[in-house]
Protein backbone atom coordinates (compact mmCIF):
# COMPACT_ATOMS: atom_id res chain seq x y z
CA UNK A 1 0.00 0.00 0.00
CA UNK A 2 1.29 3.49 -0.83
CA UNK A 3 -1.19 5.93 -0.32
CA UNK A 4 -1.63 7.94 2.50
CA UNK A 5 -2.69 10.64 3.95
CA UNK A 6 -0.79 12.95 6.49
CA UNK A 7 -3.05 15.15 8.62
CA UNK A 8 -1.78 18.20 10.35
CA UNK A 9 1.35 18.50 9.26
CA UNK A 10 3.49 21.99 9.92
CA UNK A 11 5.45 23.10 6.89
CA UNK A 12 8.45 25.49 7.02
CA UNK A 13 5.97 28.89 6.70
CA UNK A 14 4.58 28.31 10.01
CA UNK A 15 1.04 26.59 8.18
CA UNK A 16 -0.64 23.51 9.27
CA UNK A 17 -1.88 21.56 6.37
CA UNK A 18 -2.52 17.84 5.38
CA UNK A 19 -0.63 16.21 2.94
CA UNK A 20 -2.27 13.17 0.48
CA UNK A 21 0.04 10.69 -1.03
CA UNK A 22 -1.53 8.72 -3.76
CA UNK A 23 0.45 6.42 -5.98
CA UNK A 24 3.74 7.15 -4.38
CA UNK A 25 3.14 10.69 -5.26
CA UNK A 26 2.05 13.61 -3.11
CA UNK A 27 -1.23 14.44 -4.76
CA UNK A 28 -2.52 17.42 -2.60
CA UNK A 29 -1.12 19.71 0.17
CA UNK A 30 -4.35 21.33 2.10
CA UNK A 31 -7.03 20.98 3.96
CA UNK A 32 -8.32 17.51 2.60
CA UNK A 33 -10.85 15.63 4.76
CA UNK A 34 -10.77 11.92 5.47
CA UNK A 35 -11.64 9.64 2.83
CA UNK A 36 -12.31 5.76 3.81
CA UNK A 37 -10.04 4.13 1.77
CA UNK A 38 -6.94 5.61 2.12
CA UNK A 39 -4.86 5.42 5.25
CA UNK A 40 -4.20 8.18 7.47
CA UNK A 41 -1.86 9.34 10.85
CA UNK A 42 -2.16 12.71 12.69
CA UNK A 43 1.15 15.07 12.92
CA UNK A 44 -0.61 16.64 15.42
CA UNK A 45 1.20 20.05 14.38
CA UNK A 46 4.80 18.75 13.97
CA UNK A 47 6.91 19.68 11.84
CA UNK A 48 7.59 17.90 8.38
CA UNK A 49 10.50 17.94 5.86
CA UNK A 50 11.54 15.96 2.97
CA UNK A 51 14.20 13.46 4.29
CA UNK A 52 17.43 13.86 5.20
CA UNK A 53 20.20 13.83 2.22
CA UNK A 54 24.12 12.43 3.35
CA UNK A 55 26.23 13.59 0.17
CA UNK A 56 29.30 11.99 1.96
CA UNK A 57 30.03 9.11 3.43
CA UNK A 58 31.49 5.78 3.37
CA UNK A 59 29.66 2.56 3.50
CA UNK A 60 32.52 0.02 3.12
CA UNK A 61 34.25 1.36 6.34
CA UNK A 62 31.44 1.90 8.29
CA UNK A 63 30.37 -0.09 12.22
CA UNK A 64 34.38 -1.48 11.74
CA UNK A 65 35.53 0.62 14.61
CA UNK A 66 38.35 -1.69 16.92
CA UNK A 67 38.82 -4.28 13.87
CA UNK A 68 41.92 -4.90 13.86
CA UNK A 69 42.79 -1.97 16.78
CA UNK A 70 41.79 1.55 17.48
CA UNK A 71 43.40 4.41 16.09
CA UNK A 72 45.08 5.80 19.06
CA UNK A 73 46.29 9.09 17.53
CA UNK A 74 42.53 10.23 15.73
CA UNK A 75 44.55 11.42 12.89
CA UNK A 76 43.57 11.21 9.66
CA UNK A 77 47.20 9.53 8.15
CA UNK A 78 46.74 6.93 10.89
CA UNK A 79 43.11 6.07 10.25
CA UNK A 80 43.99 5.72 6.28
CA UNK A 81 47.32 2.90 7.64
CA UNK A 82 44.57 1.77 10.05
CA UNK A 83 42.24 0.74 7.12
CA UNK A 84 44.99 -0.41 5.05
CA UNK A 85 45.78 -3.10 7.81
CA UNK A 86 42.15 -4.02 7.67
CA UNK A 87 41.47 -4.18 3.95
CA UNK A 88 43.22 -7.58 3.66
CA UNK A 89 40.32 -9.70 6.17
CA UNK A 90 37.83 -8.02 4.61
CA UNK A 91 34.60 -10.26 3.61
CA UNK A 92 31.69 -9.22 1.69
CA UNK A 93 29.11 -10.65 4.06
CA UNK A 94 30.98 -8.61 6.83
CA UNK A 95 30.86 -5.74 4.51
CA UNK A 96 27.20 -6.33 3.66
CA UNK A 97 26.18 -6.95 7.25
CA UNK A 98 27.73 -3.76 8.40
CA UNK A 99 26.71 -1.24 5.86
CA UNK A 100 22.82 -2.91 6.45
CA UNK A 101 23.32 -1.92 9.99
CA UNK A 102 24.07 1.28 9.05
CA UNK A 103 21.25 1.64 6.03
CA UNK A 104 19.02 0.82 9.08
CA UNK A 105 20.26 3.72 11.33
CA UNK A 106 19.46 6.54 8.46
CA UNK A 107 16.38 4.93 7.69
CA UNK A 108 15.45 5.59 11.03
CA UNK A 109 17.27 8.49 11.54
CA UNK A 110 15.00 9.81 8.28
CA UNK A 111 18.23 9.55 5.87
CA UNK A 112 17.08 7.92 2.69
CA UNK A 113 19.42 9.22 0.35
CA UNK A 114 23.57 8.53 0.58
CA UNK A 115 26.26 8.93 -1.53
CA UNK A 116 28.90 7.11 -0.59
CA UNK A 117 32.31 6.89 -1.42
CA UNK A 118 33.92 2.76 -2.25
CA UNK A 119 37.46 2.22 -1.72
CA UNK A 120 38.57 0.95 -5.49
CA UNK A 121 42.22 0.41 -4.57
CA UNK A 122 42.03 -3.34 -4.00
CA UNK A 123 42.10 -5.46 -6.90
CA UNK A 124 39.25 -7.65 -5.98
CA UNK A 125 36.91 -4.29 -5.95
CA UNK A 126 35.28 -6.78 -3.31
CA UNK A 127 34.01 -3.84 -1.65
CA UNK A 128 32.37 -2.54 -4.76
CA UNK A 129 30.44 -5.82 -5.36
CA UNK A 130 29.44 -5.51 -1.77
CA UNK A 131 28.23 -2.35 -1.54
CA UNK A 132 26.30 -2.53 -5.27
CA UNK A 133 24.48 -5.28 -3.70
CA UNK A 134 23.45 -3.11 -1.25
CA UNK A 135 22.31 -0.49 -3.28
CA UNK A 136 19.92 -3.05 -4.99
CA UNK A 137 18.72 -4.51 -2.28
CA UNK A 138 18.27 -1.51 -0.07
CA UNK A 139 16.80 0.44 -3.32
CA UNK A 140 12.87 0.52 -2.39
CA UNK A 141 14.02 2.19 0.72
CA UNK A 142 17.14 4.16 0.51
CA UNK A 143 18.72 5.80 -2.89
CA UNK A 144 22.26 4.83 -2.51
CA UNK A 145 24.75 6.66 -4.63
CA UNK A 146 28.22 5.38 -5.19
CA UNK A 147 31.57 6.85 -6.60
CA UNK A 148 34.92 5.26 -7.09
CA UNK A 149 37.44 6.21 -4.28
CA UNK A 150 40.84 5.76 -5.33
CA UNK A 151 41.68 5.70 -1.12
CA UNK A 152 45.74 5.28 -1.52
CA UNK A 153 45.56 7.38 -4.73
CA UNK A 154 44.81 7.32 -8.35
CA UNK A 155 48.96 7.32 -9.47
CA UNK A 156 50.79 6.54 -6.10
CA UNK A 157 49.20 2.96 -5.99
CA UNK A 158 48.57 2.94 -10.20
CA UNK A 159 44.56 2.38 -9.52
CA UNK A 160 42.95 3.13 -12.71
CA UNK A 161 42.13 -0.23 -14.00
CA UNK A 162 40.41 -0.44 -10.68
CA UNK A 163 38.66 2.44 -11.32
CA UNK A 164 38.00 1.98 -14.87
CA UNK A 165 36.66 -1.51 -13.85
CA UNK A 166 34.63 -0.12 -10.74
CA UNK A 167 32.91 2.30 -13.08
CA UNK A 168 32.15 -0.50 -15.42
CA UNK A 169 30.62 -2.53 -12.73
CA UNK A 170 27.80 0.32 -12.19
CA UNK A 171 29.02 2.63 -9.73
CA UNK A 172 27.99 5.74 -10.50
CA UNK A 173 30.45 8.89 -9.60
CA UNK A 174 34.02 9.59 -10.40
CA UNK A 175 36.11 9.91 -7.65
CA UNK A 176 40.04 10.91 -6.64
CA UNK A 177 41.84 12.33 -3.94
CA UNK A 178 44.46 14.90 -5.48
CA UNK A 179 45.95 15.80 -2.11
CA UNK A 180 47.29 12.00 -1.34
CA UNK A 181 49.11 11.39 -4.76
CA UNK A 182 53.24 12.29 -4.17
CA UNK A 183 53.07 15.60 -5.74
CA UNK A 184 51.43 18.46 -6.37
CA UNK A 185 52.24 17.61 -10.17
CA UNK A 186 50.59 13.96 -9.67
CA UNK A 187 47.39 15.88 -8.17
CA UNK A 188 47.25 17.50 -11.30
CA UNK A 189 47.26 14.99 -13.45
CA UNK A 190 44.75 12.35 -11.47
CA UNK A 191 42.33 15.29 -11.76
CA UNK A 192 42.96 15.60 -15.43
CA UNK A 193 42.53 12.01 -16.01
CA UNK A 194 39.59 11.92 -13.85
CA UNK A 195 37.64 14.48 -15.26
CA UNK A 196 38.00 13.15 -18.80
CA UNK A 197 36.74 10.20 -17.87
CA UNK A 198 33.89 11.87 -16.26
CA UNK A 199 33.19 13.72 -19.84
CA UNK A 200 33.83 10.36 -22.11
CA UNK A 201 31.21 8.39 -19.50
CA UNK A 202 28.59 11.29 -18.70
CA UNK A 203 29.19 11.00 -15.19
CA UNK A 204 29.24 13.44 -12.36
CA UNK A 205 32.82 14.06 -10.07
CA UNK A 206 33.01 14.14 -6.51
CA UNK A 207 36.54 14.37 -5.26
CA UNK A 208 38.11 14.30 -1.27
CA UNK A 209 40.16 17.54 -2.37
CA UNK A 210 42.88 19.60 -0.38
CA UNK A 211 41.89 17.47 2.91
CA UNK A 212 44.44 19.23 4.23
CA UNK A 213 45.55 22.16 6.84
CA UNK A 214 48.49 22.62 3.93
CA UNK A 215 47.24 25.96 2.47
CA UNK A 216 49.48 25.27 -0.35
CA UNK A 217 47.31 22.63 -1.21
CA UNK A 218 45.36 24.05 -3.66
CA UNK A 219 44.10 20.88 -5.97
CA UNK A 220 40.16 23.08 -6.13
CA UNK A 221 41.65 25.41 -8.17
CA UNK A 222 42.67 22.60 -10.92
CA UNK A 223 39.02 20.97 -10.42
CA UNK A 224 37.92 24.33 -11.40
CA UNK A 225 40.02 25.09 -14.55
CA UNK A 226 39.48 21.38 -15.71
CA UNK A 227 35.29 21.50 -14.84
CA UNK A 228 34.80 24.75 -17.14
CA UNK A 229 37.61 22.94 -20.07
CA UNK A 230 36.04 20.20 -20.24
CA UNK A 231 32.11 21.58 -19.96
CA UNK A 232 31.44 19.87 -16.30
CA UNK A 233 29.74 22.59 -14.93
CA UNK A 234 27.05 21.78 -12.06
CA UNK A 235 28.18 17.82 -12.34
CA UNK A 236 31.67 18.30 -9.99
CA UNK A 237 31.30 18.65 -6.07
CA UNK A 238 34.45 18.87 -4.24
CA UNK A 239 34.61 17.22 -0.93
CA UNK A 240 36.02 18.29 2.87
CA UNK A 241 38.41 21.47 1.17
CA UNK A 242 39.69 22.05 4.81
CA UNK A 243 42.74 23.52 2.97
CA UNK A 244 40.43 26.29 1.96
CA UNK A 245 40.41 27.03 6.34
CA UNK A 246 44.09 27.82 5.96
CA UNK A 247 44.83 29.30 2.55
CA UNK A 248 45.80 33.24 2.21
CA UNK A 249 42.47 35.39 2.06
CA UNK A 250 43.23 37.18 -1.10
CA UNK A 251 43.67 33.93 -2.70
CA UNK A 252 40.71 32.57 -1.38
CA UNK A 253 38.76 36.12 -3.00
CA UNK A 254 39.91 35.34 -6.48
CA UNK A 255 39.27 31.39 -6.10
CA UNK A 256 35.61 31.60 -4.55
CA UNK A 257 34.01 32.99 -8.09
CA UNK A 258 36.12 30.58 -10.24
CA UNK A 259 34.46 28.15 -8.47
CA UNK A 260 31.22 29.80 -8.68
CA UNK A 261 31.70 30.19 -12.34
CA UNK A 262 32.64 26.55 -12.57
CA UNK A 263 29.35 26.03 -10.27
CA UNK A 264 31.12 23.06 -8.03
CA UNK A 265 29.31 21.98 -5.49
CA UNK A 266 30.90 21.95 -1.76
CA UNK A 267 30.05 19.20 0.45
CA UNK A 268 31.94 19.92 4.19
CA UNK A 269 32.04 16.91 6.74
CA UNK A 270 31.88 19.33 9.79
CA UNK A 271 31.93 16.37 12.66
CA UNK A 272 34.84 14.57 10.74
CA UNK A 273 37.14 17.77 9.51
CA UNK A 274 37.01 19.43 13.41
CA UNK A 275 38.09 16.23 15.13
CA UNK A 276 41.18 15.39 11.90
CA UNK A 277 42.07 18.29 10.88
CA UNK A 278 44.62 21.23 12.95
CA UNK A 279 46.11 17.91 14.43
CA UNK A 280 49.60 19.63 13.94
CA UNK A 281 48.28 22.83 15.64
CA UNK A 282 49.54 23.69 19.36
CA UNK A 283 47.73 27.05 19.81
CA UNK A 284 45.85 28.75 18.62
CA UNK A 285 44.41 25.14 17.11
CA UNK A 286 42.95 25.61 13.31
CA UNK A 287 39.32 24.53 12.98
CA UNK A 288 39.77 22.90 9.40
CA UNK A 289 36.38 23.41 8.54
CA UNK A 290 36.27 25.11 4.59
CA UNK A 291 34.26 28.20 4.63
CA UNK A 292 31.02 27.57 4.83
CA UNK A 293 29.17 30.96 5.10
CA UNK A 294 31.36 32.48 2.30
CA UNK A 295 30.82 30.15 -0.14
CA UNK A 296 27.17 30.29 0.34
CA UNK A 297 27.16 33.77 0.22
CA UNK A 298 29.13 33.20 -3.12
CA UNK A 299 26.64 31.16 -4.42
CA UNK A 300 27.65 27.74 -4.18
CA UNK A 301 25.62 25.29 -3.48
CA UNK A 302 26.79 23.52 0.09
CA UNK A 303 26.17 20.41 1.77
CA UNK A 304 27.42 18.60 4.80
CA UNK A 305 28.28 14.94 4.61
CA UNK A 306 28.50 12.43 7.83
CA UNK A 307 31.36 11.15 6.33
CA UNK A 308 31.73 8.35 8.95
CA UNK A 309 30.19 6.98 11.83
CA UNK A 310 32.24 4.38 13.98
CA UNK A 311 34.93 3.63 11.55
CA UNK A 312 38.94 4.46 12.03
CA UNK A 313 38.52 7.91 11.57
CA UNK A 314 35.63 8.41 13.67
CA UNK A 315 34.59 6.84 16.81
CA UNK A 316 31.03 8.19 16.92
CA UNK A 317 28.23 8.83 15.26
CA UNK A 318 24.90 7.51 14.80
CA UNK A 319 24.14 8.46 11.07
CA UNK A 320 22.38 11.41 12.10
CA UNK A 321 22.39 14.53 9.49
CA UNK A 322 21.22 17.00 12.73
CA UNK A 323 24.34 16.30 13.93
CA UNK A 324 26.27 17.26 11.54
CA UNK A 325 24.21 20.23 10.58
CA UNK A 326 24.60 20.95 14.93
CA UNK A 327 28.28 21.01 14.36
CA UNK A 328 28.49 22.97 11.56
CA UNK A 329 26.45 25.76 12.64
CA UNK A 330 28.74 26.01 15.61
CA UNK A 331 32.10 25.32 13.78
CA UNK A 332 30.86 28.34 11.15
CA UNK A 333 29.67 30.32 14.05
CA UNK A 334 26.12 30.44 11.52
CA UNK A 335 24.55 31.37 14.21
CA UNK A 336 22.19 34.24 12.52
CA UNK A 337 18.58 32.91 11.75
CA UNK A 338 18.80 32.48 8.15
CA UNK A 339 22.01 31.00 8.64
CA UNK A 340 20.52 28.28 10.47
CA UNK A 341 17.95 27.48 8.33
CA UNK A 342 20.64 27.33 5.43
CA UNK A 343 22.50 24.73 7.43
CA UNK A 344 19.72 22.43 7.48
CA UNK A 345 19.27 23.29 4.21
CA UNK A 346 22.94 21.72 4.01
CA UNK A 347 21.32 18.39 5.21
CA UNK A 348 18.33 18.36 2.91
CA UNK A 349 17.65 20.05 -0.65
CA UNK A 350 21.65 21.27 -0.76
CA UNK A 351 22.35 17.89 -1.26
CA UNK A 352 19.74 16.39 -3.00
CA UNK A 353 20.65 18.81 -5.64
CA UNK A 354 24.49 17.31 -5.58
CA UNK A 355 22.44 14.07 -6.07
CA UNK A 356 20.45 14.60 -8.69
CA UNK A 357 17.17 13.66 -6.88
CA UNK A 358 14.43 13.48 -9.03
CA UNK A 359 10.95 14.85 -7.29
CA UNK A 360 12.84 15.67 -4.00
CA UNK A 361 10.97 18.12 -2.05
CA UNK A 362 7.21 18.75 -0.29
CA UNK A 363 5.18 20.14 -3.24
CA UNK A 364 2.79 18.52 -5.62
CA UNK A 365 3.69 16.24 -7.40
CA UNK A 366 7.41 15.16 -6.13
CA UNK A 367 7.21 11.65 -3.89
CA UNK A 368 5.69 10.97 -1.11
CA UNK A 369 8.82 10.83 1.06
CA UNK A 370 9.13 12.66 4.03
CA UNK A 371 9.96 12.65 7.58
CA UNK A 372 7.54 13.95 10.68
CA UNK A 373 9.92 15.77 13.40
CA UNK A 374 8.64 16.22 17.13
CA UNK A 375 9.85 19.66 16.90
CA UNK A 376 8.38 22.87 15.21
CA UNK A 377 10.62 24.43 12.81
CA UNK A 378 13.99 23.67 11.10
CA UNK A 379 15.59 25.52 13.48
CA UNK A 380 14.20 24.07 16.32
CA UNK A 381 15.21 20.60 14.72
CA UNK A 382 18.66 21.71 15.19
CA UNK A 383 18.55 22.66 18.46
CA UNK A 384 16.69 19.17 20.03
CA UNK A 385 17.68 16.91 17.36
CA UNK A 386 14.26 15.44 18.26
CA UNK A 387 12.61 12.03 17.04
CA UNK A 388 11.70 10.82 13.86
CA UNK A 389 8.19 10.56 14.82
CA UNK A 390 7.59 9.45 10.93
CA UNK A 391 9.79 8.25 8.29
CA UNK A 392 7.81 7.62 4.62
CA UNK A 393 9.14 6.68 1.48
CA UNK A 394 6.50 6.47 -1.59
CA UNK A 395 3.71 7.04 0.99
CA UNK A 396 5.14 3.42 3.18
CA UNK A 397 5.72 4.39 6.66
CA UNK A 398 9.19 2.90 7.33
CA UNK A 399 10.05 4.27 10.85
CA UNK A 400 8.31 5.46 13.79
CA UNK A 401 8.72 6.75 17.19
CA UNK A 402 6.78 7.24 19.81
CA UNK A 403 6.94 10.92 20.81
CA UNK A 404 9.46 11.58 23.49
CA UNK A 405 8.38 13.61 26.90
CA UNK A 406 10.05 13.39 30.18
CA UNK A 407 7.88 13.23 33.40
CA UNK A 408 9.46 15.34 36.32
CA UNK A 409 8.38 15.18 39.68
CA UNK A 410 9.76 17.81 42.23
CA UNK A 411 8.65 17.39 45.78
CA UNK A 412 4.95 16.19 44.75
CA UNK A 413 4.80 18.49 42.13
CA UNK A 414 4.37 16.76 38.51
CA UNK A 415 4.51 18.10 35.11
CA UNK A 416 5.83 17.41 31.84
CA UNK A 417 8.58 18.84 29.07
CA UNK A 418 9.31 17.85 25.78
CA UNK A 419 12.01 20.66 25.37
CA UNK A 420 9.84 22.56 22.59
CA UNK A 421 10.26 26.86 22.79
CA UNK A 422 6.98 27.57 21.99
CA UNK A 423 3.87 25.78 21.07
CA UNK A 424 1.26 27.38 19.40
ZN1 LIG B 1 35.45 10.87 2.91
Known amino acids: MSDLLI ?115 DSSLLAVEAMLDIKNEYRPWLDLQLVAFPQDGLIRVGSK ?53 DPMSRHIETLTKETVRLGLQGRVAGSHLTSMHSMDNYYVSKLLPLMEEAEISVIANPLINITLQGRHDTYPKRRGLTRIPEQMLAGLNVAFGHDCVMDPWYPLGSQDMLDVAHMALHVAQMTGATQMQECFNAVTENPAKILGLEGYGLKKGCKGDLVILQCMDDIEALRLRPARLYVIREGNILSSTQEVTCELDLSGSKSKTDFIFSKP
Open 7 to 121: KNARFKDNKVQDILILNKVIAEIGNIGESQDVPSIDAKGYFVTAPFVDSHFHLDATLSYGIPRINQSGTLLEGIKLWGELKPNLTADALKERARKLCKWAIARGTLAIRSHVDIS
Open 161 to 213: NNLNKALDMGVDVVGGIPHFERTMEEGTESIGYLCELASKKGLKVDMHCDESD
